[in-house]
T-cell receptor
């Protein structure tokens, strides 16, 4: 069974640009969550989508947005990039959307903003 | 406001000994706690979890203890193996929070032969 696939794995952007990251969940998983990991900060929740609906949103500015398609694939977009947006962006999928928290993570997309 | 804290950024243990990773939380409304392990260049992988109605959960070499009065949980690894060397994240969730997990900053465990 294929795991969670994130593309691209690495990318470099400059301030002010925008970026779109893609996530393909494990087959059959309907929930996709996004997290941002920065050094010393752990993982911070961005948002979760389930059946194309945003279920929950973290404390990030409106420059961060996402969506989910009917095949459960998800994309997140960051507009007007800032230096502080440099991070590892992790996508996680699960069968359901609940509090037990067993998520399956992809390897992440590492974004560097210059 | 960091609701989940891992105060030790690193831990070094000898192979065969016990590793104890600690985690503190501030919100008494959390009802599920989890540990994830992360190797370099890989995504985190789920290790073990515990419901807030329990005080211990065991899975092979891994045991998680929950002390709700102290708002503290710990992960015990016995015996520690070099392959356990990784970053360990403690996380918590709310009922009704869907898949929103609140993570600590992580503890880097190094197990030496």
């Amino acid at each position: 069974k294929a795991g969670v696939t994130q593309t691209p794995r690495y990318l470099i952007k400059t301030r002010g640009q925008q970026v779109t990251l893609s996530c393909s969940p494990i087959s059959g998983h309907r929930s996709v969550s996004w997290y941002q990991q920065t050094p010393g900060q752990g993982l911070q929740f961005l948002f979760e989508y389930f059946s194309e609906t945003q279920r929950n949103k973290g404390n990030f500015p409106g420059r961060f947005s996402g969506r989910q398609f009917s095949n459960s694939r998800s994309e997140m977009n960051v507009s007007t990039l800032e230096l502080g947006d440099s991070a590892l962006y992790l996508c996680a999928s699960s069968l359901q959307s609940g509090s037990t928290g067993e998520l399956f993570f992809g390897e992440g997309s590492r974004l560097t903003v210059l | 406001d960091q609701q989940v804290k891992q105060n030790s950024p690193s831990l070094s243990v000898q192979e065969g000994r016990i590793s104890i990773l600690n985690c503190d939380y501030t919100n008494s409304m959390f009802d599920y706690f989890l540990w994830y392990k992360k190797y370099p260049a890989e995504g985190p992988t789920f290790l073990i979890s515990i419901s807030s109605i329990k005080d211990k959960n065991e899975d092979g070499r891994f045991t998680v203890f929950l002390n709700k009065s102290a708002k503290h949980l710990s992960l015990h690894i016995v015996p520690s193996q070099p392959g356990d060397s990784a970053v360990y994240f403690c996380a918590a969730s709310f009922s009704g929070g869907y898949n929103k997990l609140i993570f600590g900053a992580g503890t880097r465990l190094a197990v030496h032969p």
